[in-house]
């Protein structure tokens, strides 16, 4: 049987969910990523297996390239993209989040800090916060020193640092305040959503200018947010219904009017409080959310 064929012991086969975690991770789109997997296998079967001592650090190299390809193919689109940009969002098992580390890296807080490197910073955080890539293999793939490399992902490091969540939530807490706020929103509970809004809570709203009365910027402010929510809620008279799914690894929120999906939310929790709301309406970057996506490390 033929390379081609993709049979089950091929190492593309055996690593496939890594290789598309690691392109998810770096490009935060699973349609990028998908492309990315398929000009890497091409260029996978191309090659003699005999002369490849690792496989997998092989594939890992070959995918980082390609999407490193695709980042500055895409920056420019993103620059011209209607209203916010955010991840698309990824319909995951609850085992992921058993993986706290990579639950972490997945969520859509932490890709949305991810769009404010450069595509090597990127790279190179990723690799080597999240896969643990040693120095060494991570400059082969980006095309730098080992040195500059670690210099790279300490600059890369500090900026996330400083823009990431500052707590850490644990499973339970975060599933329990999802699961409030959709009881809140399901019944328009203004005081409900007031009471698990933090003051200061931002919202972020991604509809690519498809969505008709979607927000197309930031929403700041508890009072501000609830009152918009229990507005679109009151209009859709009775035919909107919000409820719990597992999204990139945390528990997100599912949200559909007259049984058609619209949007999937994402939530920041610090302190029991919502810090940040992350809702992706635009058509494009929902088709695939109704099908669970393998993801490892």
Do not use: C
Request: charged content about 25%.
């Amino acid at each position: 049987m033929s390379r081609a064929a993709r049979p089950d012991d091929d190492p593309f086969v055996i690593h496939r969910s890594l290789l598309f975690t690691v392109a998810y991770e770096l490009l935060g789109s699973a349609a990028d990523a998908e492309d990315v997997l398929q000009e890497s296998w091409l260029r996978w079967v191309s090659v003699d297996p005999a002369v490849i001592r690792e496989p997998r650090a092989y594939l890992v190299r070959i995918v980082t390239r390609q999407a490193l390809n695709y980042l500055r193919t895409v920056s420019r689109r993103r620059e011209e993209y209607v209203g916010e940009w955010l991840p698309e969002p990824l319909l995951t098992s609850p085992d992921v989040a058993e993986d706290a580390e990579l639950a972490e890296s997945i969520s859509i807080a932490m890709l949305s800090v991810l769009e404010t490197l450069t595509p090597t910073e990127r790279a190179v955080f990723v690799l080597r916060e999240v896969f643990e890539v040693p120095y060494e293999e991570i400059a082969d793939a980006v095309g730098k020193t080992p040195a500059a490399v670690r210099q790279i992902k300490h600059r890369a490091k500090d900026h996330v640092s400083a823009r990431r969540p500052r707590i850490r939530v644990v499973g339970a807490e975060h599933k329990n305040v999802v699961d409030r706020f959709v009881a809140a929103l399901n019944t328009g509970n203004l005081q409900g959503l007031m009471d698990l809004l933090a003051p200061d809570v931002v919202s972020i709203a991604d509809s690519g200018g498809n969505v008709p009365g979607a927000a197309r910027r930031p929403i700041i402010g508890a009072d501000r947010l609830a009152r918009f929510l229990v507005g679109g809620i009151s209009k859709a008279a009775g035919e909107f219904v919000a409820s719990a799914v597992w999204i990139n690894g945390r528990p997100g929120i599912r949200l559909e009017l007259k049984g058609h999906l619209v949007a999937i939310t994402s939530l920041t929790v610090e302190n029991g409080q919502i810090t940040r709301v992350y809702s992706i309406a635009n058509p494009d970057k929902l088709s695939g959310i109704n099908q669970e996506t393998a993801l490892s490390r």
